[in-house]
Nanobody, 123 residues
Framework: VQLQAYGGGLVQAGGSLRLSCATS????????MGWFRQAPGKEREFIAT????????YYADSVKGRFTISRDNAKNTVYLQMNNLKPEDTAVYYC?????????????????WGQGTQVTVSS
């Protein structure tokens, strides 16, 4: 069971990045998926979630309208498109596979976690 998040980097405020989470088919073919982030000195927080079919999504208020979660099950990949980035978006971003096939903002509902990818937004 493997999840690998990548695509992070350094970007100026107002810029965009797209994160990808490559997964093994066994991990994610019927799982809801989520993105979380953890800034220095802060607890990990929920960002976005998508159900196994990709038809239902849910976002944290802090990123709603700026971030978009999507998935391509044929490629076993989940994406997080991040637009209009702000310095407060600076964090390590993690992808995770849920216990169920539906969306969830509760990190205790996630079974598998990938290693994070660093996103740094400069002002």
């Amino acid at each position: 069971v493997q999840l690998q998040a990548y695509g992070g980097g350094l970007v100026q405020a107002g810029g965009s990045l797209r994160l990808s989470c490559a997964t093994s088919r066994r991990t994610t073919s019927n799982n809801g998926m989520g993105w979380f982030r953890q800034a220095p000195g802060k607890e990990r927080e929920f960002i976005a979630t998508i159900d196994w079919r990709g038809t239902n999504t849910y976002y944290a208020d802090s990123v709603k309208g700026r971030f978009t979660i999507s998935r391509d099950n044929a490629k076993n990949t989940v994406y997080l498109q991040m637009n209009n980035l702000k310095p407060e978006d600076t964090a390590v971003y993690y992808c995770a596979a849920a216990l169920s096939s539906s969306t969830s903002a509760d990190e205790t509902r996630y079974r598998y976690w990938g290693q994070g990818t660093q996103v740094t937004v400069s002002s």
